[in-house]
């Protein structure tokens, strides 16, 4: 059972009182919107998706999810500006409120100009999570002109978000837009080395590794400074073998991971439907029935990117 406590930043659960904080939770901007639909009328957007889409101030928006954080008794979210060049916005969010939320941004480290606006996002703007989309822009975590990242991450103690495995984008797909990725990039495995060669970068591997469940795994165990988050369905696991459900995905990365590397995540993104609480109803059921105790429990949901982020 899941209960509110309105405004007090903690939640009823099976463990009694615990303070979850959300580690993934997309922030779907105005001009995210804007360059999603080029010269399609914003409007017509809205019809096409069923959401809808926010004003020009970021700030309102951030208000907008500050009532859900309080309506589901939430303490913190993760916020990701969710297309390169937008970090902006986040960092609104997070100055309008610091106490509720912790800004990441997506960066295409390939670009020109990356490293600089890397730089900024970090160092001024105090964003705390550069996150990567290897197979979405068509780069090796491997490449060197990575290195700087990674060290620019390593000096402020900056989360490295990777997301790796399959990739769909439920907006793009909708809106009929076209994802020309490449999943060759995608393996987790490519994170092993990198990892390696920066033990100082705390790296996070969304969705459990998106379908490279063994591959997480295994980058996880030979890689102390390797996390993954449970965030969204995980309609990854028609894809798996060995693995029969979320349960036992869970059961796994806990004997390998241990309850100090897994974070909580929900892949929140649009209004009306808010913050997705069906996710975390799922995978507290599942915590329970493993029998996890209540230090765990608080870790997951909440505990390890408080941890992570404070750091930063």
């Known amino acids: 059972m899941l209960a509110p406590r309105l405004y007090t930043g903690r939640m009823i659960t099976p463990w009694g009182e615990i303070a979850v904080s959300d580690a993934h939770v997309h922030f779907f901007s105005r001009p995210l919107f804007q360059a999603l639909a080029g010269q399609t009328p914003l409007e017509t957007v809205a019809a096409k998706l069923g959401w809808e889409i926010p004003g020009p101030d970021a700030t309102e928006l951030a208000r907008r999810w500050v009532a859900e954080l309080d309506r589901y008794a939430l303490k913190r ?18 100055r309008a409120h610091p106490e509720r939320f912790v800004g990441y ?3 295409n480290p390939v670009d020109e100009g990356a490293v600089g606006r890397a730089r900024t996002a970090v160092e001024d703007r105090k964003l705390r999570g550069i996150c990567l989309f ?18 620019l991450a390593a000096r402020n103690r900056t989360v490295v978000f990777v997301h790796q495995g399959v990739l769909t984008v439920g907006v793009r797909k909708r809106l009929g837009l076209p994802s020309h990725f490449d999943m060759s990039l995608s393996n987790p495995i490519d994170l092993h080395r990198v990892a390696l060669d920066h033990p100082a970068v705390n790296f996070v591997i969304p969705h459990f590794g998106a379908g490279y469940f063994r591959e997480t795994l295994m980058v ?10 449970t965030s969204s369905t995980n309609s990854w696991i028609r894809y798996a073998t060995g693995v029969r459900d979320l349960t036992e995905v869970f059961a796994r990365a806990l004997e390998v991971f ?3 590397r897994i974070l909580f995540g929900s892949d929140s993104s649009f209004f009306p439907r808010g913050w997705n609480q069906d996710v975390l109803k799922t995978q507290a059921e599942i ?4 029998g996890v105790t209540g ?3 608080q870790a997951i949901l909440g505990g390890n990117l408080e941890r992570l982020v404070a750091l930063a």
């Open 77 to 94: 979210a993760a916020l990701i500006a969710s297309f390169p060049g937008d970090e902006g916005s986040v960092a609104e969010a997070v």
């Open 134 to 151: 290897p197979a979405m822009h068509r780069f090796s975590v491997q490449d060197d002109r990575l290195r700087p990242i990674y060290e």
């Open 220 to 229: 996880g165990d030979l890689c102390p400074n390797v996390h993954v988050d």
């Open 287 to 290: 915590l329970s029935q493993l």
């Open 295 to 297: 230090e765990t429990a």
């Open 105 to 107: 941004f997506m960066l």
């Open 258 to 260: 241990g309850p100090s």
